[in-house]
């Protein structure tokens, strides 16, 4: 497999020796997977986006202190083609992309555009490592059944990841319906830390660490974040995360457990505005100087 060029891979890198496939750590995974969207739609964009706008996130990481990309090589593989294929057979089609990837010893970083797309991911992880955690950054807790008929929508992801046994730690939360309480409240797997609770629980951070296993799959919807910062999303909900604490969060999950991977989910670009989009690229690649450095957090 060869890493796309400068101006279609992330970072836009222009010496080959930091996008080259088989020299890279890290591998950019676009997933464009778009079928359920539920209120406004054009998460299908969002992956593409996200790499447009890294063109101008800078190499040199202040808060890190380094150039992360000098000693960890990142490549990107063209987006997954999904033709006529939906919810099963595209989680499959995901699985079997991302699978492929681990096989070759990459970190893989995905960028999607509905969350159903990381149940692809996830499935794949559980492959190659146990005792997962699965940490979800946001405002929906996703839980429901079915959503429209549909138990592979956007809105149902996180309970067919948990009817397949994992640990999640859920955060921010702060949208749901009756059913998805009901649930959280039943199981001993879900972990729930609501944003209007993070707002007056000074401990909460350490709280949620003691909920993590060894090894940790980070979802980030982008409408976690709140929308003053990160705008451009399809289900946008206030009281959401701001940069600082969802950092300062990450830092510690980072520096404590084994990342396994990460994906980046549901941005929908708004014609004319680049803020979301350049936002959760610099996230990405911040997300990636973390894994890569332990010793600098």
């Not at 063109?55 to 202040?62: A, L, Q, S």
């Amino acid at each position: 497999m060869k890493g796309l060029s400068t101006d279609q891979n992330f970072l836009g890198i222009e010496d080959e020796n930091q996008y080259s496939y088989d020299k890279a750590k890290f591998v950019i995974q676009q997933v464009p997977y778009e079928h359920t969207s539920s209120y406004l739609e054009g998460s299908a964009k969002g992956p593409a986006a996200m790499v447009e706008a890294s063109h101008f996130v800078e190499f040199y990481d202040e808060e890190l202190d380094i150039e992360t990309l000098n000693t960890n090589p990142i490549a990107t593989v063209p987006a997954i083609e999904f033709g006529d294929k939906v919810d099963a057979d595209a989680i499959a089609l995901i699985e079997e992309h991302t699978t492929a990837l681990l096989n070759d010893q990459k970190f893989v970083v995905s960028l999607g555009a509905e969350h159903t797309v990381t149940l692809g991911f996830v499935k794949a992880h559980a492959k190659k490592y146990d005792n997962i955690t699965v940490l979800q950054f946001d405002a929906h807790s996703d839980l429901r059944s079915s959503y429209h008929d549909n138990i592979y929508s956007h809105a149902s992801v996180m309970a067919r990841i948990h009817e397949l046994g994992f640990n999640l730690t859920q955060i921010g939360i702060r949208a749901q319906c009756k059913e998805e309480s009901d649930l959280i409240k039943a199981s001993s797997n879900i972990h729930t830390f609501y944003a209007h609770k993070i707002r007056t629980n000074p401990n909460w951070m350490k709280e949620a660490l003691e909920t993590l296993t060894e090894n940790v799959y980070i979802t980030i919807d982008a409408d976690g974040f709140d929308p003053s910062i990160v705008p451009s999303v399809g289900t946008a909900e206030p009281n959401g995360l701001f940069w600082n604490e969802t950092l300062e969060f990450l830092r510690m999950v980072c520096k404590t457990k084994n990342v396994i991977g990460f994906d980046i989910v549901e941005i929908a670009p708004t014609e004319g505005q680049i803020l979301s989009e350049y936002t959760m690229a610099k996230l990405a690649y911040r997300l990636i100087g973390y894994v890569s450095f332990k010793d600098r957090l």
